[in-house]
């Protein structure tokens, strides 16, 4: 029984996706949604973004030179962890983590009101292919804006990593940049940005399917954002450990 469960909840997931990537009826009102949803999925997420990331370089910072570096490794090793840290994992996959609670939680969350208070319903009833008038836009708006956020991330993880050399006194300045420096790999930033776009389309497409699916009144709709969090986390560690084989 849970499997078939399983089994059907994939297959309606699917069927979403197909009537959600048809042709728009107005690209004048998808323009119009598209930029909404850039605003407020992408856009209103840097401040918390650039907070998480600036005192998550910092603790990376200190916590390796503190409790891994040696007398016998370089003085540039924790700036070289660091960096390694923000680039492979932090900025792209934990970040996109963090960001599906708060985005995904709240597609869900209006598309799950939208559903209860029969808004969806109507659109139906007036001929409007409803799937790709509300979640296409919300998609493709964070696809665009992810990668984005990532490079705010890294920045701001690097510029936590100089506060704790300037201010805590932790590591010298010169011996961070030599370690930011160090045997540096581009092709780490691009594996970071190219996970982020799989992750924004597993939050945004995941979150729009529970909400657009709710059956129920306003429980519902909370439990679907719970939902919608959980399988979203869940699917992007997955893709990540898949993603990270494939592209290493």
């Not at 048809?22 to 949604?33: D, L, T, Y």
Request: hydrophobic fraction near 50%.
């Amino acid at each position: 029984m849970f499997i078939i469960k399983n089994l059907t909840t994939i297959g309606q997931y699917f069927q979403l996706m197909g009537r959600t990537f048809r042709r728009p009826e107005r690209w004048r009102m998808f323009m119009r949604s598209y930029l909404r949803e850039m605003a407020q999925l992408g856009t209103d997420s840097i401040g918390i973004v650039l907070l998480i990331s600036f005192f998550i370089g910092a603790v990376i910072c200190i916590q390796i030179k503190l409790n891994i570096q040696s007398p016998w490794m370089p003085l540039w090793t924790s700036g070289y962890v660091t960096r390694e840290i923000l680039l492979l994992e932090f900025s792209s996959s934990i970040m996109c983590l963090i960001l599906a609670g708060k985005v995904g939680s709240n597609i869900a969350s209006e598309l799950g009101t939208m559903r209860t208070t029969q808004q969806i319903d109507a659109l139906e009833i007036m001929g409007v292919n409803s799937a790709s008038y509300l979640i296409l836009p919300k998609i493709l708006g964070l696809v665009t804006m992810i990668p984005l956020l990532v490079v705010f991330s890294t920045v701001s993880g690097v510029l936590g990593a100089y506060a704790t050399a300037w201010i805590g006194q932790i590591i010298t300045p010169n011996d961070l940049t030599a370690g930011m420096q160090h045997d540096f790999v581009p092709w780490f930033f691009w594996m970071g940005a190219i996970k982020s776009l799989f992750f924004a389309f597993i939050i945004a497409s995941v979150s729009s399917f529970f909400g657009y699916t709710v059956e129920g009144g306003s429980i519902e709709v909370g439990k679907a954002s719970t939902d919608a969090v959980v399988s979203s986390s869940m699917l992007i560690l997955f893709s990540d450990l898949f993603l990270t084989n494939l592209l290493s």
